[in-house]
């Protein structure tokens, strides 16, 4: 008789492996991030408490909270999935040179001129110097900026919780906005700050937890991490060179210079800098933390020992390292595969689920939600302030519309308000990024505004006339630049059938990827941080000067900055 053998049973799904008690730990997380933020929130009897923290809070704190704004998911995640990628290696941390000297420059130099006056972002500091017109286009410009880079962040928090959830990523993008937007409601900066912190100790515990973890379970431990990680050929493994082996995970100093690639050692030392000179010392979401300080000495110490963060960015480099070789080791279920094709920014999150014991990995994606809610809980913040000084001029504490409870309801409407939105934007982003790490995303997303933000700083700093006319010619010009140099729009063109990816390709500086599936830009996105900075630098200049001239000659004429 023949007998026919069953037939194996399937891998369970992996949201399956996320238990009943993981999610009592990661509600219990939650919760307690609220309760402490609650708790901690001071009084919130006006914007200056809510937007400042009353300007009281201490600065190991506020650098803290610094650091988990920069690192968060987007880090914990995205990083061990750029090493993890064919052709992923250590090269980001070139990077961490451009940052650490720009950190240096706004503690020593720019913060003087923030705690000159009562002002509540950079772009009061704007207005000061260079007139209201000035103030409301770097506003306008900020919020473009917060919603490109900053839906990024909620990509990742969803991109978590869909791994862990049978629900559809839309529905995972709606759960963090609203979150987001509790958050912010229950206590302003205060509580964004120390829960920020509480972000930070986990992500520092939870990606040594997982380096130490994968390193123990395989044989032969941190030797067999650099020999399957590498050609095992010592140092020389941490310099690119043109007979590089094909996998060499901790490749660190790239010498090339060519203008495709983006972690490079010239990358990291001429354009990287103007990216962070941007993203800490104009960027309110970023800024507004220094502003909580007690004094500017105390703004200066939590900027520049935000550095520090750089040592957690190197933790989760090795982290995807690790990650390579457990699963070269122990190569992944279907369907795990299957998430791993779908984007590498999946690896991370599918080994927390399925491989950690019950209970820390719950504690460990709840660090991971959290520091999602708690990145975007602050652009909320910031977001809602800005836009209110904008109409309301807060600062002035005049006027029959100032008073402090209408201000205070008005910044929580608008914290409402900028929540549906950025969480409508995220949805959108999500149909067009494709396979990109979010990483890659979220400084390419930045790009469009970072260099005309600083370029209008330093305008503030350096002109003595400068026309606003020519500060929006310099936007514009730069965001037509990076749209010329980045694919987003193509991309766009091609997934709603209107171009080929052939015919999009010969529209701007692209090749075409080897299976003709995607554009690859000849131009990485990272060089147009140092020149579109210059170039509105360069317009608000020759703007101001040609007001001057014919004012000169029209001395009648009305106009200012």
């Known amino acids: 008789m023949l007998t026919v053998a069953p037939m194996p049973a399937p891998d369970p799904p992996i949201h399956s492996y996320f238990t009943a008690w993981d999610w009592a730990v990661v509600i219990g997380y939650l919760l307690l991030c609220t309760g402490v933020g609650h708790l901690l929130r001071g009084r919130q009897a006006s914007i200056r408490d809510f937007f400042l923290g009353g300007r009281s809070l201490p600065w190991p704190a506020v650098s803290g909270s610094i650091i988990a704004t920069e690192i968060s998911g987007v880090t914990f995640i995205g990083v061990p999935a750029m090493v993890f990628a064919a052709g992923g290696n250590f090269t980001y941390l070139q990077w961490a040179l451009g940052s650490i000297f720009a950190r240096c420059v706004i503690g020593l130099y720019f ?26 286009l770097a506003t306008v410009i900020f919020s473009i900026g917060s919603i490109l880079g900053q839906s990024v962040r909620v990509l990742v928090a969803a991109l978590a919780l869909n791994v862990v959830t049978p629900w559809s990523f839309e529905t995972c993008i709606v759960v963090i906005g609203l979150f987001a937007i509790l958050w912010t409601l229950i206590g302003g900066m205060r509580t964004v700050i120390w829960t920020d912190v509480m972000q930070f100790i986990l992500f520092a515990i939870g990606g040594l937890c997982a380096l130490f973890w994968i390193v123990g379970s395989v044989e032969g431990g941190w030797t067999t991490l650099w020999n399957l990680s590498t050609a095992g050929d010592g140092l020389a493994s941490l310099w690119t060179n043109a007979n590089a082996p094909e996998v060499n ?127 975007l809980d602050s652009i909320l913040a910031a977001l809602s302030q800005t836009t209110l000084s904008l109409f309301c001029h807060p600062e ?77 010619a310099g936007f514009i010009l730069s965001f037509l630049l990076v749209l010329f140099v980045r694919s987003d729009l193509h991309t766009i063109l091609i997934n709603s059938g209107v171009l080929s990816v052939q015919q999009a390709a010969e529209l701007g500086p692209f090749s075409v990827s080897q299976d003709g599936s995607t554009l690859q830009s000849r131009i990485h996105f990272a060089w147009m941080y140092p020149i579109t900075t210059l170039l509105t630098l360069a317009c608000g200049a020759a703007g101001g000067l040609t007001f001057h001239r014919r004012t000169e000659k029209n001395p009648g004429d009305p106009g200012g900055h």
């Open 111 to 136: 913060v003087r001129y923030y705690y000159e006056k009562e002002i509540y972002s950079p772009y009061d500091f704007m207005g000061h110097r260079l007139g209201l017109g000035v103030k409301g």
């Open 249 to 375: 995970k901790f490749f660190l100093i790239d010498t090339r210079f060519e203008a495709n690639l983006g972690f490079t050692l010239w990358v990291a030392i001429f354009a990287i800098p103007f990216l962070n000179l941007s993203a800490f010392g104009v960027d309110q979401l970023n800024a507004q933390r220094m502003f909580c300080c007690r004094s500017a000495a105390d703004a200066r110490k939590a900027i520049i020992a935000s550095s520090a963060g750089q040592f957690l960015t190197l933790l989760m480099l090795l982290v995807g390292a690790a990650l390579f070789v457990y699963y070269r080791i122990h190569p992944p279920s279907p369907q795990a595969q299957a998430l791993f094709d779908k984007t590498a920014d999946n690896v991370f999150p599918t080994w927390i689920t399925t491989t950690l014991p019950t209970g820390v990995r719950g504690l460990v994606l709840g660090g991971v939600f959290a520091a999602a809610i708690s990145s």
């Open 396 to 472: 002035r504490r005049s006027g029959d519309g100032d008073n402090p409870r209408n201000l205070l309801l008005l910044s929580r409407g608008l914290v409402l308000l900028w929540g549906i939105f950025l969480t409508g934007f995220a949805i959108l982003l999500n149909s067009m990024r494709g396979a990109i790490n979010v990483v890659e995303l979220a400084f390419g997303m930045v790009a469009y505004t970072t260099g005309p933000m600083l370029g209008m700083l330093l305008a503030a700093f350096w002109l003595r006339r400068c026309s606003v006319a020519g500060l929006v």
